[in-house]
């Protein structure tokens, strides 16, 4: 078992993280993860929002992989692991609070962006997604018990 460093931990949260399950037929699915919150050095807890392939594979096969590169850093990873998928309970209430503190940051964000945007169009998306946003919840938390890292940079 490997576990993440500190640098790997901040890539992990400071950008979007991209999940690969596979089918139980080897079908592969890759999905942009949002929330990506190491737990421990070992560790890593999702949030599914939107997850439907996703979650019907991981109820069949445990096995999943995460990328995430930040490019301004020049780091980039892969982890592998076993994921758990939790609906309810500590995990749950856990990946639910992670949220809630990430939403009034990004709210945040996305506010001076409009502020200081003076495309239209741009303005139109950001609202829209400032809409969304609002609106999503939080349907598992999925803890990844990570036993492989490689850099990928």
Sequence with gaps: MQTMTEEIKDVLRSNVGYLATSSPYGKPNVVPVGLVEPISDDEVLLVDVRFNKTRTNLENNREVALAVSDLSKLQAYQLKGKAEVFASGEM??????????????????????????????????????????????????????ISEIYSTM
């Design 92 to 145: 749950f209430e856990k990946v639910k609070e992670i949220m809630a503190q990430r939403a009034v940051r990004k709210r945040v964000l996305m506010e001076k962006r409009l502020e200081e945007t003076q495309d239209p169009d741009l303005k139109k998306k950001l609202l829209e997604r400032m809409q969304k946003h609002g609106k999503l919840r939080a349907k598992a938390a999925v803890l990844v018990k």
